[in-house]
């Protein structure tokens, strides 16, 4: 039975290869919100 194998890190490479190629580049807009304060559920101690 043949199946195919696809070998990830080459799938990675040629998808970055593509993504250049269109045009693609990361966000310029400062869209993220700072990150939320974390509650822990342990309580202090005095």
């Known amino acids: 039975m043949a199946v195919p194998?696809?070998?990830?890190?080459?799938?990675?490479?040629?998808?970055?290869?593509?993504l250049v190629g269109a045009g693609y580049t990361t966000s310029k807009v400062i869209a993220y919100d700072y990150p939320r304060l974390k509650h822990s559920g342990v309580a202090a101690v005095a």
């Open 5 to 18: 194998v696809i070998d990830g890190v080459t799938a990675a490479i040629k998808l970055a290869e593509a």
